[in-house]
């Protein structure tokens, strides 16, 4: 770990019409566990979504390892691998194996190192022997935990996860939290579930698409406190 390639953001905004929802002077993210909080609509999916280029910047730059997002997009999305929000929004194929190969085989890797990569996936996520299994009729937690094996089949350098733990329980969010603590990627996690920044190196906190605090997740999550009790003392 800790050799992960940077992401550097300077002078991005992202703007919709005439709102400017994202506006960032300049972010350097090292650290292996990086947390993102916020309101709803501070711009936390908006920001993670310019890591692997699936937003492009209104101005400024997004580099990953050096690789502006905009002119890279298919070698940063080789580098970022993408966890959305909502698992049926990404899982695609019938079957788990059927699942996991499909983005393996846009890999063009040969069927050996593919049987491997999911072999170990599928073992990290606790879905070994299930190949067969429909992957549409798997419960939201199963879901969640193909989509992060599918991704990490691909070995992303880097794994950003839009609010993963939103669907389970909490033996599920302690089991999620057990599967990223040994992965050996940089980990980018926007959530509304504080309690899984704990022992993060890093957390942003977003408000109104600017970063209003960035510091360990204790500090982070106190500078989020305050900001939700003014506001709602200003209401
Ligand atoms: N394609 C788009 N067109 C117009 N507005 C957009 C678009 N995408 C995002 N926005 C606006 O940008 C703002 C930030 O959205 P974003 O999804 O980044 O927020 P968020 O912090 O992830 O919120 P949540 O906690 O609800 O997921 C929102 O007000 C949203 O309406
Ligand atoms: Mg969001």
């Known amino acids: 770990m800790g ?14 019409g005439k709102r ?8 350097r993210l090292t650290d292996e566990r990086i947390g993102l909080i916020g309101a709803n609509g501070s711009g ?28 890279s997009i298919r070698q940063v999305r080789r580098k970022v691998g993408f966890v959305f929000q909502d698992p049926e929004a990404q899982i695609v194929m019938p079957t788990i194996a059927e699942e996991m190969d499909l983005g393996l085989k846009a890999q063009r890797l040969p069927s050996s190192v593919r049987r491997e990569r999911m072999a ?14 429909s992957a549409h009729l798997l419960s ?3 879901k969640r935990r193909l989509t992060l094996a599918s991704i990490f089949a691909m070995h992303p350098d880097i794994l950003v996860m839009d609010e993963p733990t939103i669907m389970l329980d909490l033996p599920g969010r302690r089991q999620f939290r057990r599967m990223i603590d040994p992965l050996p990627q940089r980990v980018l996690i926007a959530t509304h579930d504080l309690e ?28 989020y406190l305050d900001l939700v009790d003014a506001r709602e003392a200003a209401a």
Do not use: M, W, Y
């Open 196 to 223: 899984l920044l704990e022992g993060f190196q890093r957390v942003l906190v977003l408000d109104d698409g600017r970063i209003h605090a960035d510091g360990s997740p204790r500090a982070a999550i106190e500078a």
């Open 120 to 133: 170990d996936a599928l073992q990290r996520f606790g879905l070994q022997g299930r190949e067969e299994d």
């Open 140 to 142: 939201g937690g199963e």
């Open 20 to 27: 400017t929802v994202l506006d960032i002077d300049d972010l």
């Open 3 to 16: 050799d992960a390639p940077a992401i550097e953001l300077n002078q991005v905004t992202v703007r919709h």
């Open 44 to 71: 936390k999916s908006t920001l993670l979504r310019c890591l692997n280029g699936l937003v492009t910047p209104s101005s400024g730059q997004v580099r990953v390892d050096g690789l502006d997002t905009a002119q």
